[in-house]
């Protein structure tokens, strides 16, 4: 008997503007010991279903029909009591924000007890040693069970979470993008934690995630939703290897990989569908690019596939390979192929020992004392070149200084040090009187596009806005709007102009955010984690649209994200940022093949692989970065590096230390080049660091 | 803990500060005010020139300013009042039966209203839409909107005049003549003077924790934390007890505030029902410009305020894991 049964779910919203369908007629079971994957875009009601079993679904969320059986038990029949006592005890929850999932006024071991408590009749003594074991299982310092939330950062605070998940040792686990928002190397470890545990004791684990990739490396078993339909499901090697539904193609196609970097990836162009009503047609139709009439008619039922684990819902399943094989070409999904490597230009911007630091806050008494203030080195002496209609990417886990140095090299900050050059004139010329000519030539994109527009402006007033700012093209106002509509592919522009970003789609608010940075023509964007709030499919449009505004338009862009796969998708060249300077620097073909640096080189292993026959190493970085103020003397990777000797302590490498044509990294025994004497090469392969997950120090008094 | 201590320190000096700057506001604004008492006892031919100028050499009147201000800061600060110009009587024994008639008073009717009042509040915060929601905000909001001498007025004509349960005016009836405090609270008739006023402050104060409180819910429950909670297993009332305790801090920072503002009494309320407080005495020493006893109570209102505050600020850095003890804010 499976542990999980679920049967023809549905589940529906009620809100102010009518019924949400947010999960459709959705089956499919668990076995004991079985990682299931659940994957889809954004809406299409993973959390919902994940709700729904555990009986978490907000007050105007209900469950229209189905069941969901549990050890033989249909849950959605319990009383409010007979469900408590299930939850945690046999089914326990990794929420998808762990950020501000755990209680802010009451200690982590506390929560924990809470859980512990609640179901056991274990004394106070007892709780707290379990929380401590609990705590070292997830590689957290058992001396800390007493911290509050915000002392932890938000890889700890999963762990947290993790840990109590683990508390009870449940016979399901259910983790709600476990890891969305954390940088790929703390999103490595944590699967690996999750995984390692749950192998241990021999849970079942529900997965839910948009990114293909972790569900191919963990899960035996996966389904694709998509408007609350389930499109396909079976085991992870049938489906992901050899996809039969149309939607699986476009979504595994979305999904950027390393290796084949000047492969564009394929979007999905278009939106998610209507929920307000149950599915007449299939859910899909509207962007599926094989949709016949029959599509039209009804919404297929999933089908089993001959002698596999194997079911899928299309009309035209039985010509699956056929589409498998269009699926690839871009034209299939209307995306012009657009791949011609365009000569890059003369230099644009050019920065030599850029630094910016700043001030920390001192208390009252060493000011008065007149002591030197400590300094966060948050840009540390980054020299960089981007020409026209290049993109030079640059990538690092959180806090290494990226935003900064985007904003500094966008003057929204005042460089400390260093040299700083655009379009042939020095800093000091636009920082005397030039920053308006400055402004409209240097365009940034932020964080979430979405947050950016003002609900209460139509399209033309967005987008005329900076026009009228600048004074620029003012006469042909219209024209210049409608241009840049037509150049971010919002066809044709007349229909846009007159809506309210409420009206639009993800992606196409995020188009007319672009387009406000490129109605002023300008010569350079700065783009910082444009994509990081977004689904697969919209990402690799913004990706698509960026790459081509570089080969067309002839400007120079600056990519700023921690997501090395889709920086390499994107960029032509890429700077490797650690502690606030670029430790690797080159075309982006080379160091995704041969990195050099250490680091780099644990970036890129960090990554997810979407294709589950493939193994891979997992990379387990040991630590976090340590503090900026407080640097370690020469190297700066060198506590986390597992290369290190006695001579990177002493003296920090330059960038030049490796150098070989335009590739150039800070390390004295790098990757990929064996060494002359030293015999490092079997290290480098395998695990870095501790394969448990390393403890910050905890000294003598770990254990009582 | 040591920067815990820090934090302390530096609250405690600000403190100290604010302190001395109400004192002095207190000293010059009484000099400029026109008049002085002794105009009214002079004019009533009561004194002659010659006693006047003894009196005011007594009251240390005669001397420069700047002497005077330091003399009246050394004996102020010290809690030495000196004596009542027209009572004939010191100071502190004028104001402290008045104070503790007060804080009798309005101590309790807070901490009553604090308690029940937020837990109500809590409670429809969390069962938000309900009848009884918008009830309480309804009830709540016209009894701090009106002002409190109406409310009193209303209660004292149905429970006093027409139904006749409750005296309507004073603490004691005439004819009782307690000796000392204990004798004075400890007795039947003093409640039986006590239920009315009690109620009306209850109801008045009220208003603003039953608000905060549900403002606080209602902000939490959708929270993740609160989801995780409920995944955990938590029941209904543990869950809510999670949404309260992390609404706590503003209520606690408010309570803390409106204390102190207990020391000034409820003026209004306490003519209302003839209660012999610290606010209705103030208002006499105004009238008749008795110099110390004016002094000493705005002192010692200023000075409940300052310290409220200070407890405030300390329960917040207590109470809230995530604040930054060392960090700014204004004072
Ligand atoms: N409380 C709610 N009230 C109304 N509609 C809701 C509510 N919660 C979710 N929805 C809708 O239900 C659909 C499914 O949402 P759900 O959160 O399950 O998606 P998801 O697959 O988890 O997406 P994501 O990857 O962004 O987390 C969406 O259309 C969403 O707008
Ligand atoms: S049923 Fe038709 S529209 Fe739906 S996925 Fe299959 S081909 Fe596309
Ligand atoms: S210089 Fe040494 S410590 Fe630094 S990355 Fe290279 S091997 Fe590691
Ligand atoms: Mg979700």
């Known amino acids: ?704 | 803990m040591s920067e815990f201590q820090r934090f302390l320190a530096k609250r405690l000096a600000i403190s100290i500060l604010l302190t001395l700057v109400a004192v002095s506001v207190i000293f010059v604004v009484l000099r400029l005010l026109p008049g002085s008492p002794f105009e009214s006892l002079v004019t009533a031919g009561n004194l002659s020139q010659q006693q006047i100028t003894e009196i005011r050499a007594m009251y240390g009147l005669d001397q420069p300013m700047w002497r005077q201000y330091l003399s009246y800061l050394q004996s102020i600060l010290l809690f030495q009042f000196g004596y009542s110009i027209l009572r004939s009587q010191p100071v502190w024994g004028v104001l402290a039966p008045r104070l503790v008639n007060t804080l009798i008073l309005l101590v309790p009717a807070l901490v009553t209203t604090a308690v029940l009042s937020s837990l109500l509040g809590m409670y429809v915060g969390w069962n938000r839409g309900s009848k009884l929601e918008k009830l309480s905000i309804i009830a709540t909001t016209f009894l701090r909107s009106t002002p409190v001498f109406i409310t009193g007025i209303l209660f004292v004509i149905i429970f006093a005049y027409n139904l006749e349960l409750v005296p309507a005016f004073g603490m004691r009836s005439i004819s009782a003549s307690p000796e000392g405090y204990v004798e004075t609270f400890a007795s039947l008739d003093f409640l039986h003077h006590y239920i009315l006023p009690f109620t009306v402050s209850v109801l008045y104060y009220s208003g603003d924790f039953l608000l905060l409180a549900r403002n606080g819910v209602v902000e939490k429950r959708g929270s993740e934390f609160l989801k995780l909670h409920r995944a955990k297993g938590l029941s209904e009332m543990q869950q809510l007890a999670r949404a309260g305790r992390n609404s706590m801090l503003p209520i606690l920072t408010y309570f803390a505030l409106r204390l102190g503002m207990i020391f000034q009494g409820l003026i209004l309320l306490e003519v209302v029902f003839g209660w012999p407080g610290i606010g209705r005495e103030l208002v006499l020493a105004i009238q008749q410009q008795d110099y110390p006893l004016v002094q000493a109570a705005v002192f010692i209102m200023a000075l409940a305020v300052i310290v409220a505050n200070l407890v405030a600020d300390v329960l917040y850095a207590y109470f809230d894991p995530t604040v930054s003890t060392s960090g700014g804010g204004a004072a």
């Open chain 1, 1 to 704: 008997m499976s542990l999980l049964d679920i049967t023809d779910l549905t589940v529906t919203y009620s809100t102010d503007s009518g019924t949400v369908h947010a999960v459709n007629d959705v089956s499919f079971s668990i076995d004991e010991g079985v990682n299931y994957g659940l994957a889809g875009e954004s809406g299409s009601g993973k959390s919902t279903l994940a709700e729904a079993v555990l009986g978490l679904l907000p007050s105007n969320g209900s469950v229209e029909s189905g069941s969901i059986e549990f050890q033989g038990r249909d849950l959605t029949g319990l009383s409010e009591r007979e469900r408590r006592d299930v939850l945690w005890e046999d089914i326990a929850y990794i929420p998808q924000s762990a950020m501000d999932s755990l209680d802010p006024v009451m200690s982590t071991g506390a929560q924990i007890r809470q859980a512990i408590q609640t179901h056991r009749n274990v004394t106070d003594d007892k709780a707290r040693a379990r929380v401590r074991e609990l705590f070292e299982i997830v590689g957290l310092d058992p001396d800390r069970i007493d911290d509050y939330p915000h002392e932890f950062s938000g890889g700890m605070r999963q762990r947290v979470t993790i840990a109590m998940a683990l508390a009870l040792e449940p016979d399901l686990i259910i983790a709600d993008e476990p890891t969305t928002g954390l940088d790929v190397i703390v999103q490595d470890k944590i699967i690996d934690k999750i995984l390692e545990i749950q192998d241990r004791m021999d849970s079942s684990l529900l997965l839910i995630t948009h990114e293909i990739g972790v569900i191919a490396e963990t899960c035996d078993e996966l389904s694709i939703l998509y408007g609350g339909k389930a499109m396909e499901q079976g085991s992870v090697d049938n489906v992901l290897v050899n996809p039969t539904n149309p939607y699986t193609m476009g979504l595994k196609n979305s999904f950027p990989e390393i290796e084949e970097g000047d492969q564009d990836p394929v979007s999905i162009p278009g939106s998610p569908p209507n929920l307000s009503e149950s599915p007449s047609a299939c859910v899909f139709k509207d962007r599926c690019p094989f949709a016949t009439e029959e599509c039209e008619a009804s919404h297929p039922d999933l089908v089993d596939l001959p002698n596999r684990n194997h079911r899928s819902a299309c009309h035209h399943v039985t010509k699956a390979a056929q589409m498998r094989r269009d699926a690839t070409d871009p034209e299939t999904w209307g995306i012009p192929d657009s791949h011609d490597e365009s000569d890059r230009g003369e230099v644009l911007l050019e920065t030599d020992g850029l630094e910016k630091y700043y001030e920390q806050s001192q208390p009252l008494l060493e000011q008065l004392r007149g002591n030197d203030p400590n300094y966060v080195r948050a840009v540390d002496g980054v020299s960089l070149r981007v020409r026209r209609s290049e993109i030079l990417g640059i990538a690092g886990e959180s806090g290494c200084g990226k935003s900064t140095l985007g904003e500094t090299i966008a003057l929204l900050k005042q460089p400390t040090g260093g040299e700083f050059v655009f379009d042939g004139e020095p800093y000091e010329h636009y920082a005397d009187g030039n920053m308006r000519e400055f402004r409209r030539k240097v365009q940034i994109i932020f964080q979430d596009p979405f947050d950016s527009l003002n609900p209460r402006q139509t399209v033309r007033q967005l987008v005329g806005e900076p026009l009228t700012i600048h004074d620029y093209r003012t006469e042909e106002r219209e024209r210049a709007i409608i241009e840049t509509l037509e150049k971010v592919g919002l066809t044709p522009a007349r229909k846009f102009l007159d809506q309210y970003p409420h009206q639009l789609s993800g992606g196409q608010r995020q188009r007319v955010a672009v387009a406000k940075a490129l109605v002023l023509d300008p010569d350079f964007l700065i783009c910082d984690e444009p994509a990081s709030m977004l689904d697969v499919s919209l990402k690799v449009n913004l990706l698509n649209l960026l790459r081509e505004l570089a080969d067309t338009e002839d400007i120079g862009i600056v990519y700023i994200s921690h997501d090395l796969a889709s920086l390499v998708q994107v960029s032509d060249r890429l700077a490797i940022m650690y502690l606030g300077r670029v430790i690797e620097e080159g075309d982006v073909e080379s160091i995704a093949a041969e990195p050099k640096h250490p680091y780099t080189t644990s970036l890129l292993a960090a990554a997810p692989e979407k294709d589950p026959t493939v193994d891979r190493d997992r990379v387990l970085l040991d630590g976090e970065p340590p503090d900026p103020v407080d640097l370690p003397s020469g190297c700066v990777f060198a506590p986390r590096c597992p290369k290190a000797e006695d001579e990177c302590r002493e003296s920090e490498p330059g960038l030049d230390t490796v150098r070989s044509g335009e590739h150039r990294a800070a390390c004295y025994f790098p990757d990929g080049e064996t060494p002359a004497a030293d015999d490092l090469a079997d290290d480098r392969s395998g695990t870095y660091g501790d394969p448990e997950f390393s403890s910050p120090a905890s000294g003598d008094s770990a254990s009582d």
